[in-house]
């Protein structure tokens, strides 16, 4: 008879559980499972004292872009944690974008400090959510939000099947990015009411490659995609 043993299931990533997976705290003082790119750009582990811990600074001087993955560089093909949390600290119109596997193929989930709320097409690959102007003080703040129900509110009829990474543009701070399975898992801040701004169109455009899909991006200096 094969008295062979089967090798053992490998064991879930650090801070894993039913719950929740934390994808990165900066505690192991490194950047593994990060890509950054852009003009200038670099993304830095230290400790900083506001945090009793470290942090991630992300600097550059076009456009820098730092996209996490897991450690070994796959996507995190996350389908059943849909609440994405983190701490972000900025003074400028930082973005978070989240490309997501949905049932109508690839889509980008645009978080923005800085109004692009009017780019939202329905045929559009991208879906962007304003975010409190205010988070722009230079200091700390945690934002969850359900991914699942921000898409929706922008492209009705579009299911998420698997969150694969997150990517962070423009300079600021970064800690404690994880997913969550439901929004009772995280304080959810309330809907930010559309305010109407003037755009100053810029005639400078960006060009930049996105990592997951391998596709060229361009925008202009607001960040908004062109």
């Given amino acids: 008879?094969?008295?062979s043993i089967a090798d053992p299931l490998p064991p879930p990533p650090p801070g894993s559980s039913d719950d929740e997976t934390i994808y990165e705290d900066a505690e192991d003082?490194?950047?593994v499972g990060w890509n950054v790119s852009g003009t200038g750009a670099s993304l830095q582990n230290i400790y900083e004292d506001a945090k009793q811990g470290n942090v991630l600074v992300l600097s550059g001087t076009l456009a820098p872009i730092a996209e996490l993955k897991n450690k070994d560089g796959?996507?995190?093909a996350n389908s059943t944690q849909k609440v994405l949390s983190w701490d972000m600290?900025?003074?400028?119109?930082?973005?978070?974008?989240?490309?997501l596997e949905t049932?109508?193929?690839?889509?980008?989930?645009?978080?923005?400090t800085n109004d692009l709320t009017f780019s939202n097409t329905p045929d559009g690959n991208y879906a962007y959510i304003w975010l409190d102007p205010?988070?722009?003080d230079g200091n700390w703040h945690t934002i969850a939000r359900d991914l699942q129900a921000d898409l929706s509110s922008?492209?009705?009829g579009i299911t998420i099947n698997k969150v694969n990474a997150v990517q962070f543009w423009w300079p600021q701070k970064i800690d404690n990015i994880k997913l969550m399975k439901s929004s009772s898992n995280a304080t959810l801040p309330p809907p930010v009411p559309f305010e109407p701004q003037t755009v100053e169109i810029s005639k400078t455009i960006y060009h930049h490659t996105d990592h997951l899909s391998g596709s060229n991006i361009d925008t202009d200096e607001t960040g908004k995609v062109v």
């Fill in 1 to 3: 008879p094969d008295e």
């Fill in 29 to 31: 003082g490194d950047t």
């Fill in 74 to 76: 796959t996507n995190w």
């Fill in 89 to 99: 600290n900025t003074k400028t119109n930082a973005q978070v974008k989240v490309p």
């Fill in 103 to 112: 049932d109508k193929g690839l889509k980008h989930l645009v978080y923005a």
């Fill in 134 to 136: 205010k988070l722009k």
């Fill in 154 to 156: 922008v492209k009705p």
